[in-house]
């Protein structure tokens, strides 16, 4: 199986504060609607069938069904899932939570949707090309898959271990692991050998003085990055 259950149980153990937006997860909350607006802009979802690799909580899953976008959220934590589902409940957001690998999602529902998203999640796998080649399968030809991770250089270690784990304790010591971080050449390279183009780049900045988050040309650190499935 492409996880690491280490991984899966760190976010298992903090999952009961997923919705808190003053919590751990408060970065997610911040980015959201960022990152909702990119891809709404690529992709219109309203009426669209989405899966959210990865889901978590359902930060971004909710987000886009409020978007009028039917979607799917898998994960491997079942705590997340179960977060998910109760916050549904409660804010009336439809959205259909699995507990299911990206990989045998794929096997059962290839080609069925016409958005497929997987952020924050590759720094956390084994093999993240492996979920590329599972989102590329799982969109339909023309279809949209949008990435977002962690670039690889010393400046993103600076920002994204350093800064955010230890000297403004953002994020729990360990969230991240700098070796599993994946420049956008990278992830560039593990979708155009899963058949995907890709058509852009985005950078996500964070301001320490500020507190503000904001969409820009520096992918230094945290990046997204969107593809099409040709026809
Ligand atoms: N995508 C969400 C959550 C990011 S946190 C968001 O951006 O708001 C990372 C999530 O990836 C966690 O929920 C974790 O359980 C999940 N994850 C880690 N490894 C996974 C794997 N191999 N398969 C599926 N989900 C995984």
Redesign the pocket.
Known sequence: ????PI??Q???EL?HRWWDPTSE?RP?HE??PL?LEWINARAPLAGRRVI??????????ESMAKKGAQVTG????EK?LKVADLHSLESGAQVRYQLI??EAMAEQEAGQYDVV?????LE???DPAA?VRACATLVKPGGHVFF?TLNRNPKAYLFAVVGAEYLLRMLPKGTHDYDKFITPAELSQYARSAQLEVKGLKGMGYNPLSKIYSLNDDTSVNYLIACTRPL
């Open positions: 199986m492409n996880a690491d991984e899966i760190k976010f298992s999952a997860f997610l980015i959201n990152r959210d690799i990865g889901c978590g909580g359902g930060i971004l899953a898998i994960d491997l934590s997340a690998a990206a998203t997987c952020m924050e999640m956390h796998v084994p979920i977002s």
